[in-house]
């Protein structure tokens, strides 16, 4: 057997000490599997005494994450701390430059400083390995750079913020507001001291960014995401939507078009009987489309103890067996800038709108799509409710500019009471 | 850039041609993504003038795999002949006791000599792989053996045949009859030149043999698998099943149990709403489930040129980078032997009879059930047709022992015609 693989971890949280649980719990099977020992050095966490229900005294202890990440005695950083700057990137640097391997959960740290970080641990000969940070358990980087690396990749797309799905999927359940909902899963502890970073879609598109390299070979580019949360997705629209025969998801999709990279990360519609409509709760889905698999399906856990400790026991692991390919599939000096695909290729919308009681004012709207080109699949008006009637129409095929010129001229239908909702309907 | 890796392909067929079209299309890509150029040093087909719609003409050619498997030019012998016995076995063989790394796809080589070989390999230190022997194009094999590595798996379950998926599918569509839709498939050429392999669940079960060693580093024991195909199962099942709210399909299940390994191939029921209970036609799914994951969902196409090929240039890939570890997860001199399971674990079953249109019929039912210590969970009886009443039963958790033992006193009743249908449903 080879040399024990020595760890040192940063960051004690919820995936800390799951990461710990498992290193002290399945020692002997790890070792049978990778064919090496795998030990913990030395820990760091901004508090020692804390009692976190694990015995930390066997092990070594560093207050500065920099001090464990060189330490002499670590093989493998591994950097549970998160944030993209401060303690989290310097330590992660630190460790590349000192020649160690480096394992992190940290989405936002990859999304926004992935590419220097991938040629600092190639110049160093390391790896550099984040599986935990996108869609928590399952593993997808893997699938993505090993399992179907003889793809050529068309479209990769993902639900992978789970209190996100669960606030939606509660909103339909319950008929419940999507503030009432929010205040719900707060006050479950499902969200992020920021809820923006959930609800604005910000996570998601961390990991979104970090697939889009992956599948396209190109330099991670967070800033070339559209992104929109789900704040402005109200029960009206939920409800119309399943009536519809459609789900609400914030999905977010990378795709190769003849313009560039499109990297959407937005709620979407997407058919109720597919499994993206079929994902209810915190589940996380990723959805893979490549020209010799065809579509691949990952679906798990999201996010918590157990599944993310898991994420970075695969990436620990395989550095213990010695694999360090390059980071983003590609080596660092080969991936191609992400030059933000132009427009969004053509798609079918969901609209739904409130019409003035007024004679003709569904005339005036269907003449105002007609001459922007867009064209209507399937229209439904519901009974009056007081002065005005919700209509929903499902568009066939049509341009974001085309759609988006149908919008501003029913504005000047004076028709149309407030502004209507416009949601993407994704082909899955 | 390292030396070329040089591969000999035996057998020809939409797998092999598959594999050829990958390597033709995408030598740059796999180069940057391997950091090798990936090559055809010479195939083998036992016609070497059919015309397969791929110029062959610029690669070596043998006519004997032993030959190709042992050629000096040759590192990867990539072995698409299929069959447990004869040229593919002795070629594998051959290959590997002169060093050469191995890729097949070939799952009743690997459930029947699975042990021999592993032990063959490891002996030469080379690679074994078969990502595209189980669920075509999923990486299953990656995730159980790298990506979930940090797990104790405690089951795994999959539909891994879509020929009969396919048919299940349809009887639930059309409503017609198992021997027409049987008919149909084979007419449309989706059953195997012997049907027994698909419909007899036998091609579905060599999978799980390989499944359940990797998941319980157990030896592969095709032999201690409990196997039953779909031909038993009528269009009044599924009708009915899917009355109470489940589907029928031909499920593997490997499962640790405190009395040995449990690994059953045979039509079971699963809930409508669940993701193996949603997936409709010709497509496979395997779930993982683990201690620290929880539950893992892999969907994806199961067969096909495409898919196969993909699976097939994942396991190349692997080699071109230098990945090299023990076929079944572990070292195969630490594989135990997979004692099987003495019984399966108690689960709910689904019974469906016809009672004779006797007073206390159903009483009779009751009792008899009552006395094996089977208890119903729910019970619907249909309108009399003719002499007899359609009655379903969903029984709660029960021993297949208890339910035999209430089978058979059923019988004695002389108020059943017939055999009551009895089917296990899968908690999933």
Redesign the interface.
Known sequence: MSQPLRLGIAGLGTVGI?VLR?IRK?AD??A????REIVISALCARDRSKDRGVPLDRYGWESDPVALATRDDVDVFVELIGGDEGPAKVAVEAALATGKDVVTANKALLAIHGQSLAELAEKHGRALRY?AAVAG???VI??L????????FSRVMGVMNGSCNYILTRMETSGLSYAEIFAEADGLGYLEADPQLDVGGIDAAHKLAILTSLAF?TQVNFDGIVLEGIERISIDDITAAADMGYKIKLLGVAQKTGRGIEQRMQPCLVPD?S?LG?LDGGTNMVVIE????????????GA?E??T??????D???IA???R?PVF???AN?LAPAAPASSSPPAPYYLRMALDDKPGALAKVAKVLGEAGVSIDRMRQYGHQDTSAPVLIVTHKTTPEALAAALEAMAGTNVVTGSPVALRIEAV
């Open positions: 799951g498992i399945h099977l790890l049978a599997r990778t064919g599986e358990g399952i593993p893997k699938a750079t090993e399992g179907l690396v003889g793809n050529q070979g009987t499994p079929q490549g020209d010799s698999i065809g579509q691949v399906v990952l679906r798990g856990p918590g157990g599944p400790a898991s994420a970075v026991m695969a620990v692991c395989d067996r010695g694999m390919g599939g590609l080596p080969q």
